[in-house]
């Protein structure tokens, strides 16, 4: 079965700094997706950013990237100029390439931004 | 385009009942999942039904049971309820294989 780790119960970061949250996994499989969600307060789960396993290339949207290290199994989300709506619950989350949307979830990482 | 709808937002119900959630999925969109979001267990997926057949379960006892409708929408059944059901519930559609999932906003269902 898949795991998913996420090893950082809770981060701070300063108003436009950077901050690093970390996602480690466990999988014998070589076709799959990682994701990382976003829960604010308002509870409703946001994608932030996804990544194939099979892409070399790290992910990016806006001032969120990803560093996808396939043979060390891990999955880190980069901020950039962190904002105050960037605080809240941070989900690292794996879906296996074959059948089905079966998500496998970390037990989350909560970032508060201080301004 | 409209999101993920999921009703009711808030629910209390007492210990014995039953309880039925709904979800409508994105237009389109044929994959629902659900999952339990709880503060001791986390995220934990129940099922998914993709064009009305379940094809993923999770590990829950058979009291938590769903079904999906021709028109892609979801719903999900807890019967005999235990305070320990208490819990966010979410779902998640998918457009078909994925593989991105777009969540509703969950229903806060607490038992009593």
């Given at each position: 079965a898949q795991t998913v780790t996420q090893s950082q119960p809770e981060m701070s970061v300063q108003e436009a700094e950077t901050v690093t949250l970390s996602c480690t996994y466990d999988t014998s499989e070589s076709d799959y997706y990682l994701f990382w969600y976003k829960q604010p307060p308002s509870r409703q789960m946001i994608l932030v950013i996804r990544q194939e396993a099979y892409k070399q290339q790290n992910a990016t949207e806006n001032r969120f990237s990803v560093n996808f290290q396939k043979a060390a199994k891990s999955f880190s989300l980069k901020i950039s100029d962190s904002q105050l709506g960037d605080a809240a619950m941070y989900f690292c989350a794996y879906r296996s390439g074959?059948?089905?949307?079966k998500l496998v979830f970390g037990a989350g990482t909560i970032l508060r931004v201080k301004s | 385009k409209a999101g993920v709808t999921q009703t009711p937002r808030y629910l209390i119900k007492t210990r014995g009942q039953q309880v039925t959630l709904s979800c409508s999925p994105i237009s389109g969109h044929r994959s629902v999942s659900w999952y339990q979001q709880t503060p001791g267990q986390g995220l934990q997926f129940l099922f998914e039904y993709f064009s009305e057949t379940q094809r993923n379960k999770g590990n829950f006892p058979g009291r938590f049971s769903g079904r999906q409708f021709s028109n892609s929408r979801s719903e999900m059944n807890v019967s005999t309820l235990e305070l320990g059901d208490s819990a966010l519930y979410l779902c998640a559609s998918t457009?078909?294989?994925?593989?991105e999932a777009f969540f509703g906003q969950g229903t806060r269902l607490t038992v009593v």
């Open positions: 074959e059948y089905g949307n | 457009r078909g294989d994925g593989p």
